[in-house]
Structures are given as structure tokens and as C-alpha cells.
């Protein structure tokens, strides 16, 4: 079965919005055997695995690069670049962000990851296969500068645009006529930088938008996702002590790769640990400073994402946050409630 008939209805409602015209050539891109692993790879880092309730859906890693692919056909960017949109993910690590735990936990900052431009010129044959003649590997190998595409919050990509819209939509904090109403007011203008950003022609769109970024936010950094982040690195650093896999299989295996190796090794603390993981449904929260040393007690810190999108007004082009002071009430609020207690669970690793 192909991607495009593998989706399930949460997948197909938000795509058709993004596009009502998905073109061939994107679809075709999507069944390359050489994004097969990312379409394993959870793009929350595995917080689905747990039992929380929290993110508790399915969103790959190629789930999300097909939605920015198609949010940038829409606006007919050029076709180098919506390659890039899907490859994007192809360095990306199972398990997420757990790799810079390793890195730093086991002292190999000097640990080189893939880049995307390594995966690109390292599968020459399978970039001829989808590009023509008038552009090469280099062409599509610069996403992150490439600001519509990719950005890093508060601007507004098609990266942050797909990523907030799409956890909204699944966890429940938004309706699809309500994603409608927001997306039809998108357009592109220039930024503060003079380069294309997305950007709202409604204001109260654009502030809808802005809110809904906070509500994704505070599920990305909620105790449950965090403990679970946590938990799977301390789970993924006690294989790598084993020797039962090593930093590199993080880039070629999947999410579920990874978990099986774990569940079928001789060490029992590994195996516990993923079905530790596995059945995660409760956290405590600790108000002491330090851990307590007696159970699994942990203190992690989550980047507070959110979204300040431009607006394009009859008086010009202004981010959200300097012309509706709603916006420093509303992160002034989630700012002072950040999570950053120790959490506990009643395990022992």
C-alpha cells in the first residue's frame, strides 16, 4: 500500500487542506524506499508510545515532511524546494532530541551527526530519480536557510505552520473548519529580513493562530511528554552502555527498530525499561529542590515554542506582538507556567 492510501482520516482531513490539488510527483516522493524509515520515526519523539493521553496519536516524521511539502506546492515554491521539504527529515535520529542526551551523558559532543546535505549527496542515485536536469543535490540542500520553508519559532515556516496546525488538529484543540478559517488567511510577504515568511491577512486569524501555538507548546513541554522524552533516553543510554546499539543506529533504524532490539537483548533492566515506557500512564510532581534518589526522579527543561506571526495590514507588514498587546499578556501567562518541577514515577532504572 502507498503512502497517499496508507493515511488514516485525521491524515487525509488535515492534508486536504493544505492542498486540494496534491501533485503526482509529491505523492510519488512519499513511497521512496529511502523514506521508509521516517515514515517510523514519531516527529514528538515518542511521546505516543506511552499510555499518557498526551500527543497520544501517530505523527511520523514523514507525516510531517509531506504536509510541509504540500503546504509549499500550494504556494507554488519551486520544485528544489519541495524536494528539500521532503527530504529534510532524512538526517533525523529516531527518538528525536534523546541523541543530544547521549552525546552530552557519554561525553561525544564531537560526535558527528548525518546532515541532510550528507543523506542527499549519499544517495545520488535516488535524487537523480526524482530531479531533472535543471538542478542538482546542492540546490536541495539548504532548507534550513531557506526561512518559508524552515524557521526557527517564533517566524512562521511551512515547518512550524504544518507542526502546530497538525498537533492541534489530532490532540483536539481545534476543529478542521477552524484550521480552515486560519489557513485561508495565510499568505506569504516580505519579513524584518527582507526574505519570504507566511504571514496572516486577518488579525484576529493571525491571533487565533498565535494562541493555538501556545496550546501546542504546552503540550510539547507538559509533564507527560517530558518524562517520557526522558525516560526513553535513559532507556536508549543504558543500550548504548550495553553495546547493544550505538549512536549510529539511531539513524538507521526506526523508532519501533530500536524498541525491538531492546525487548529481545539478554538485559532485563533494558527490557524493563521499554516496558516501563510502554506503559507509562502517571507522573508525580515533586516541589523539593533537589531529586529523590530513592526512585526515578527527574528535572528536564523544554523550549516554550510558540508562534508571532506577521500581518499584513493596510498600513503594512507588522509582527503580531507589536500591534495587539493581547499577545505579551498571553506569553507573559505562559512563560510564568512553565513546567519545571522534578517529576517522579514509581520505577527504578
Not at 516527529?43 to 509549499?72: P, Q, R, W
Request: charged letters at 30%.
Amino acid at each position: 500500500m502507498n503512502y497517499i492510501e496508507s493515511r488514516n482520516d485525521f491524515l487525509r482531513d488535515i492534508h486536504s487542506v493544505y492542498s486540494h490539488d496534491i501533485s503526482n510527483f509529491v505523492c510519488s516522493l512519499a513511497d521512496l524506499p529511502d523514506l521508509q524509515r521516517i515514515s517510523q520515526v514519531s516527529k514528538n519523539g515518542g511521546v505516543e508510545y506511552s499510555c499518557f493521553n498526551t500527543m497520544a496519536y501517530k505523527y511520523t516524521l514523514l507525516d510531517h515532511s509531506f504536509g510541509v511539502a504540500i503546504i509549499l506546492e500550494k504556494f507554488k515554491q519551486s520544485r528544489p524546494h519541495i524536494i528539500e521539504a521532503m527530504f529534510h527529515e532524512l538526517a533525523s535520529p529516531s527518538f528525536g532530541k534523546s541523541i543530544e542526551y547521549l552525546k552530552e551523558y557519554f561525553n561525544k559532543e564531537d560526535y558527528e551527526s548525518p546532515t541532510f546535505e550528507d543523506c542527499l549527496v549519499s544517495k545520488d542515485l535516488l535524487f537523480e530519480g526524482v530531479s531533472s536536469s535543471e538542478f542538482n543535490v546542492t540546490d536541495c540542500a539548504n532548507f534550513k536557510d531557506y526561512v518559508l520553508g524552515f524557521a526557527d519559532f517564533p517566524k512562521l515556516s511551512a515547518e512550524n505552520l504544518e507542526y502546530i496546525l497538525t498537533n492541534a488538529y489530532f490532540s483536539g484543540l481545534c476543529d478542521l473548519h477552524e484550521i480552515e478559517a486560519m489557513y485561508s488567511k495565510v499568505s506569504i510577504c516580505k519579513n524584518e529580513d527582507i526574505v519570504d515568511e507566511f504571514c496572516f491577512t486577518d488579525p484576529e486569524r493571525a491571533f487565533e493562530f498565535f494562541k493555538l501555538s501556545i496550546e501546542v507548546g504546552k503540550l510539547n513541554r507538559s509533564y507527560e511528554a517530558k518524562i517520557t522524552r526522558r525516560l526513553i533516553s535513559d532507556v536508549l543510554m543504558l543500550m548504548v552502555r550495553r553495546e547493544e546499539i550505538i549512536f549510529d543506529d539511531l539513524y538507521k533504524y526506526s523508532d519501533k527498530g530500536i524498541i525491538n532490539i531492546g525487548e529481545e537483548c539478554s538485559d532485563k533492566r533494558i527490557q524493563e525499561g521499554w516496558q516501563e515506557v510502554l506503559s507509562l500512564d502517571k507522573v508525580d510532581l515533586k516541589f523539593t529542590p533537589t531529586a529523590d534518589k530513592s526512585k526515578y526522579c527527574v528535572k528536564t527543561e523544554e523550549k516554550s515554542i510558540y508562534v508571532d506571526p506577521l500581518i499584513r495590514t493596510k498600513n503594512g507588514i507588522f509582527r503580531l506582538s507589536k500591534v495587539d498587546e493581547r499577545v505579551e499578556e498571553e506569553l507573559d501567562k505562559y512563560f510564568s507556567s512553565d513546567t519545571d518541577m522534578y517529576m517522579q514515577i514509581d520505577y527504578e532504572l
